[in-house]
């Protein structure tokens, strides 16, 4: 069965028609139409939680997700989508800390352990001769 085929038979099966139905229009056995159906949970959904569910939520392309509900298409979505959307993150594991360096005060994230605020402050602390 090709992609253009799942598609069509998410499509039908959540507008309501029946496993024979699309048997006959496709030309596919019904019981492979019913065992698609089944591994994929389309015995009783509606087309518009298909819709939602089977969309990317930054590129707004179709997903052929396969048994795991997916929300993007691509890892490269995925990260474009988290780094326009970083205020959606809970970041509960923020750090108020001081650099060792220049004395700074500055967040650090998941990291309670570090001692610079950056790579420039942790090199001229490290290998500055003054």
Do not use: H, P
Request: aromatic share 12%; charged share 30%.
């Amino acid at each position: 069965m090709v992609t253009e085929e799942k598609i069509k038979i998410r499509k039908m099966r959540c507008k309501g028609e029946s496993y024979a139905r699309i048997a006959e229009i496709l030309r596919i056995s019904a019981n492979t139409i019913k065992s698609f159906c089944r591994r994929n949970n389309l015995q009783n959904t509606k087309f518009e939680d298909y819709e939602m569910k089977n969309i990317c939520k930054n590129c707004k392309a179709s997903i052929d997700s396969g048994r795991k509900n997916k929300k993007f298409c691509s890892d490269g979505c995925r990260l474009n989508w988290w780094n326009k959307n970083s205020d959606k993150l809970r970041k509960v594991a923020i750090y108020s800390l001081k650099c060792a360096n220049c004395g700074i005060a500055f967040e650090s994230y998941g990291n309670k352990n570090r001692k610079f605020c950056s790579r420039s402050c942790y090199f001229n602390y490290r290998f500055d001769s003054s």
